[in-house]
Every structure is written in C-alpha cells, then in structure tokens.
C-alpha cells in the first residue's frame, strides 16, 4: 500500500489568482531597479483614515487576547450606525464580523450549499469567487456579460434558463468587480422575483457600495422586499477606509439558521483579528470628510483612466458606474502574453523614469482569469484606478508604448503578394 | 421548485465549540454581576512581550494595505532563524504565514484530502480538528487514548488497524491540547515509521512547543529523518507570546506541490493580517527572558492545578508534562450539566469574593467535546492554567464547593433499607 502522496483534487483545481501570479515577475523585475505601475490589484494608495491610524497608535492593551467568534458588539454595534445611513436596518446580532470579506464569502458557500450544488453569478467575476466554490465542492454557472454591452445584467430569462434542481443561489457583486457595472433598480427587482420564485440564496458582495458614480441612491440586496432570510450580505472595510491589510469584513443575514450555522465556522477559527476590528471600529464615525476625499479622487482617477484608455488606438473600456476597476479589451491575443511580456522585457526609460531606476512598466490583471471559460477575455485585462491620477497618466503613456512594441514585435507582418 | 432554504450538510454536522459554547451563559452571569474563573480557553492573562507593544505603538503606515499572500518575507526570516533554535532547518520559502494556527489546519486539510479521506489521530483531541474535517468532508478516525494511562499513545498497532485505503494523513498535537501529553522519543520514531510505511501525510500541531516541563529537548516532527514530503508542520505565535487575538500562524513544508497548493488557497483568502505579523516578526527575537519567566509561571500554575484537582475528593488528573492544560475527571456523571450549571445557578459569595460582585463562579471546557464517540469523556473536563496561581487556587476552591453543592442536590440520595 505505498502509494504517492498526492494533492486533493480540489487543490488542483483551485485556480492561481489572476490578480496575484504575475507577482513573482514583478519581485524579480522590481529587484531588478523597474519601477512597476501595479494597475492589477485594489490595492488603493491613499492613506487610511487619520482617525483610524490615531486608534492604531493609541491602543492600549498589555494582553493580545482572543476577541469574541462573533466579533467585539462594539464594532457591531458601530456597523448598525453605519448601515443605518443606507436605510439598511440591523441589529448586532445580525453582524458577524469576519477576516476580511473573503471568510465572509467561504463560510457563505460552507454553510448554505452542499457539494454540487450550484451558484450562478455574471462573469467576468471576481476570480476568488471561484476558488470558494472549490473549496466548498460548489459548482459555478455562469452567464455571460460583454463588454460591448457595458457588461450591464442580461435578460432574466437567461437567468432562469441555468436554473434546475442542483441551483442553490445567485450571487451578486454590486457594484461590480472587475465591470464596475452597478445594478439598476429595475434589475435589482427582476433578480428579487427571481430569487423569490425559486426560493434561492442570494449572496450580495457589496464592498465598493461607497464608490458610485451616479449620484442615485444605493440599492442593497437587503433593500429588497420579501428576501429576508434569503439574503447574505457580504461586506469588509478593506475598500472604503483603504484598510485592505487589517482583513475586517462581516457577513450579514436575519436568516437565523444561518447565522447559528455560520457561527460554528467562526467558532472553529477561534476569532476574528483583534486589531484589525479596533482600527475598523474607530474608522467608521468622524469620517465622513474622508470619505468624501476619497470619492472625489475616485471620480478623477475614473475619468483619467477612462478617458486615456479609449484614446490608445485599438483599446476600449466602458464607463463604469461603481467601484474602482474596468475591464477593457487590448489589441493584443493574448493579454496574459503581453502581461507577462510587459513585467519580463518591457522597461521604458525616458527623462520622466524615476532617478536611479532601470526603467518602468505596468501591472495588469489578465482577463481569462474572470471567466470560468478559458476562451473567454482572452484580450482584456482589469484595471484598477487605485493610484495618484499622474501615476494614472504614466501608466497609461507606457501601456501606449508597450502595446506598439509589442505589436511591432509579434504581429503577423504584411505582405504585398 | 419552490423548496426550503436548506442549510449544508457539512454545515448541520459541524459541532459547536466545547470550548467556546457556553460563552452566551458566561456572559448572562457576567451581566448579572459574576465573577468568572475561566479555566475553558487557553488564553492566557500574561502580557504579550513589552517588545512587541511597543513594535504596536511604533506602526508608521499611512497606508493599511495588503501583504503578500505568503506573509512578509521579513517575518518568515525571523521564523527561519527561531526554529533554528530548535534545531529545524527551514527557508523562508518553507513558510507560509496563515491567520492563526486554524487556517493553517484547514489549508492543509484542504490541499491534502479528498472528501472521504481519513485522518487518524488521538483521542480526546482539540475540537477544532474536527470541524476543520468536516469542513474538508474528510474523516477523522480516533484511536482513543485513556485518562488512566495518562494519554499515552497507544501501541502502534492500535494505529495500523485503522489504516486502509482511505488513510492519507496523521495528525498529532505534541505537546497535546487538551491533555498535556509529550511524546517520548521512542513514540515518535514508531510513528514515523508508521507514515514512512504507509506514506501518509503528518500534520504536526506544535503550538505548544515552548511549554515543556521535562527538561528534554523538544522532538519536531521535522525532526523525524525521511519524512521531507510527509510532514506539514502547524504552528502559531498565539499561545507562546500570549498574542491569540492577533491571528498569526503558519503553515511549514518541504513538500514542494503541498505549498505550490496551499498558496492558491492563500491567494484566495489575500493576504494574512497585517499588524499582526508586524506584532509576530517583533515577538520572535529579544524575548528570551520573557520567554523564560512564561515558562516559569506555567510551571507554578500547573504544580498549583494539578494538586489541587488531585486534592478534591473524587477529581482526578494526571501531570502534563507540556502545554498548558489537562483533562481532569470530576465526581458528576455528565460535565456539560454540571459546567451550565455552575453558570447558570452556583454563585459563590464570602468575605474573598471581589468587592461589588454578586457571587464567583467556574467556567470549564465539558469532556466529551474532544472525543468523537458521544460516550467518552462524559466525566471529563479540560482545564487551561492561564491565570494567576491565586486565581487558580480561588477557582479550585469555588469548584470544590460547587461539586459538593451539586451532588448533594442531584446525587441519589441513599435510604435506609
């Protein structure tokens, strides 16, 4: 019986993160002296709240201690206050605070769904969606947006046809990451008649709700009528308070099955992190100014991005109406290729290129990691319009640069027969 | 199709924390105004490390972002050169930093095993490895080892009867939580010999490997010659510098295609907490003497514990020889009745109960949630000795009263024929 070790199938089939392999190109090149403009990540780079950093310096504490599986009800308790302001009423039990809203989507899939059971989501998707399912035995089926419609929700009725025994929930990122595409109220109705009909989960990831460019107001999954115990909501403040480290997140349902049973996942991991929730506590009142900044760069870095997108010859991006990312199509096969190709070969250097350094490039998600088909996105890749608008624009002007090499290099050449 | 929300299977089967269930009754007393000796949790009341506070204090981000997936580079090195010390010989590579010692288990769990794969270990075991199992749909087989043989691990056949085809792993806690048992030298080379045989995977938890009161060098199972592929090696700074709020652990291999997998569930989940390993990597170098004056205080609380739960007529325990807590048997037919009951009802009250408090009473962890058959440890319970000896003293005095209290109400009374 001296059989292999092997690796689970279900580790096999995880996926890399789209969003996170080129990284080790990007150490070696970064070691190499290449300053990288890093478009791939939601990796904003303005400060965390000054109130928040004030906490963070000011904690007071000799003992490191465990904090409670449910989260400190003081958080929770400040989190009722918040979701208050968008008319989204709670009370703390209905909180559970988890490590980033990543914990918060797997102990979603962990306690609601059975292997097999089956989720449907819009694709492209956040690729992480993906890797949860696997690791819940959770099968994903996927209906199709196109960036040439602006990636906006198909016709229910393509909703309804991917519907059969093993469905268990829909899920929604809104607004959405990687289309920036925010749900309109009427499509918010159809998928509550939908979820209705066939007595669904609906799992609602709203962690960009603080980054709409509309000015309408915000429509939640727990603004809609009758889903009381179909609803998870899926939060974090990684986002809005530009605290992506401190992994802060919360899942949120009156469901209360599933409440006891998300509980006992959170049992099993002992507790969310202790000074992370302290930071999230003291970041959510007295920031309202903050906020306000952040949103006006936002604004800015949308049209920036944007607009300098649309104006590179063979590009396209549409506009998106939330959150901080857009997916757009390069003139390229093989966005993947040339993403690598940009972190391996391509160092630009003109009198502009930072003092000391090889050159710079750009980082970019590969598209075809947010789709479960592999011939899908093949030539786009996500953008995230989190750095300084004038990063923004350099970036822009290499990627320019970039894709004429790149084509010079690799493009079938024309011949006069 | 209009069917019932249902809850998960695995979600159904998960049990509650033994450790943590009684926490709503403990807080009603709280709230009622009752001292509470919390003999449940390993949390110990020592301060963290006056270095690592004070590395709290010093944080001079603006930016709360994302850490590599793996954790800090700078982190792993220190943890290169502390296991040194020990005598394991890593790389950073070798290390992937996880939330807590309890993604480490999952992730192993889930890189390593299919659904239906078993796992053998001992019992009673820490509970959380079960709901860890069930998470994965793995199966865990127990080889029961007896209160009266003071834990030790049963002879090595008693093992190879469990193994069949299904078996891909064995998982040990040495030292054990939550029985305080060390495997001797002789132990550990039957059991690589078993893993060698078999070839199966190891997962080593050795959170407590700071904690041992025999003066014999600590025996890793990285230490166990030919098992390069086999061992997964859990570990956590929790419980040596009393940071368990924190959430910083590790996930350590050779195995090649076992880290290769389990990065894929960390790109999944981000990034590990950021303060934390700021905390950790300050914790690891400079805090010999704390270390040793931990070492020291244990050593008296476990000297005051175990003779005192000896002393108690009917108690019985036998000596940890590592960790920080033990299994003890009490004179009660069914712990959970006597440990709800010591919360909800026995409120001790004289001239040494706190100023201002309603009466004191005793939180204990309840037996049989760290055996697997529903009949073991029934009148067990697991003790952690991490409050200050007078405090351990007052709180074995409260139990003693308590014991006497509840069988003289629910003990069958004996009459006269």
Redesign the interface.
């Known amino acids: ?12 089939e ?4 789209p969003i ?2 080129l ?1 080790p190109l990007a150490e070696k090149a970064e070691n190499d002296g290449v300053f990288i403009y890093k478009l791939n ?1 939601g ?6 709240p000054q109130k ?2 004030k906490a ?2 000011n ?1 007071d ?9 449910q989260g400190y009800a003081s958080l929770r308790k400040a989190l009722v206050n918040y979701y208050d302001r968008y008319q989204i009423k709670l009370s703390p039990d209905d909180i559970i605070i988890t ?2 809203g ?2 918060a989507v ?1 102990f979603a899939f ?6 097999g ?1 089956e989720i449907i989501l819009t694709e492209p998707a956040y690729a ?1 969606y993906m ?2 399912a696997i ?3 959770a099968v994903i089926r996927s209906v199709v947006t196109t960036i040439e419609e602006g990636f906006s929700l198909p016709k229910i009725n393509d909703f309804e046809k991917l ?1 059969n ?1 093993k469905t ?1 929930a829909i899920l929604i990122c809104n607004p959405n990451n990687p289309t920036g595409y925010l749900y309109t109220q009427k499509e918010m109705n159809q998928l509550r008649d939908i979820v209705k ?5 609906l799992f609602s990831d709203e962690v960009y709700r603080e980054f709409i460019y509309t000015g309408s107001p915000y429509i939640s999954a727990m603004h809609l009528e009758g889903l009381q ?2 609803v998870i909501l899926i939060d974090s403040v990684s986002k809005r308070y ?6 802060i997140g919360a899942l949120i349902t009156k ?1 209360r ?2 409440k006891e ?1 998300v509980m ?2 959170c ?10 929730q302290l ?1 999230a506590e003291a970041s959510i009142e007295g920031t309202e100014q903050y906020s306000r900044d952040v949103y006006e760069s936002y604004l800015e870095r949308r049209k920036v991005l944007i607009d300098g997108i649309n104006k590179i010859p063979g590009c396209y991006t549409p506009i998106p109406m939330g959150a901080f990312y857009t997916m757009a199509t390069l003139p390229v096969e093989d966005t993947e290729k040339f993403c690598e190709w940009c972190l391996k070969k391509f160092y630009w250097k003109d009198e502009f290129t930072p003092q000391g350094m090889k050159g710079e490039t750009i980082m970019m998600a590969p598209g075809k990691g947010f789709y479960t088909n592999p011939e899908k996105g093949k030539n786009e890749v996500r953008l995230a319009y989190v750095l300084e608008k004038q990063k923004i624009k350099r970036a822009l002007f290499i990627l320019e640069r970039a894709l004429e090499s790149y084509n010079q290099l690799y493009s079938p050449v024309c011949t006069i027969s």
Chains 1, 2 share one sequence.
Not at 1 to 12: E, F, V
Not at 61 to 69: D, G, H, T
Not at 197 to 201: D, F, G, H, M, R
């Open positions: 019986m001296n059989k292999d070790l092997q690796i689970s199938t279900r580790g096999n995880m996926p890399e993160s996170r392999k990284t990540i990796q904003p780079d303005l400060p965390s928040a950093l963070l310096k904690i504490r000799e003992i490191l201690e465990y904090s409670p599986s490590c980033g990543s914990e797997l962990m306690s609601c769904l059975n292997p059971d992480n890797s949860f690791s819940a035995g519907i025994e268990k009909k066939y007595n669904l989960y115990d179909n530009s605290e992506c480290g401190i992994r469901n099955r599933v049973t006992k996942f049992q099993a991991r002992l507790s969310p992190p202790l000074i992370g930071i």
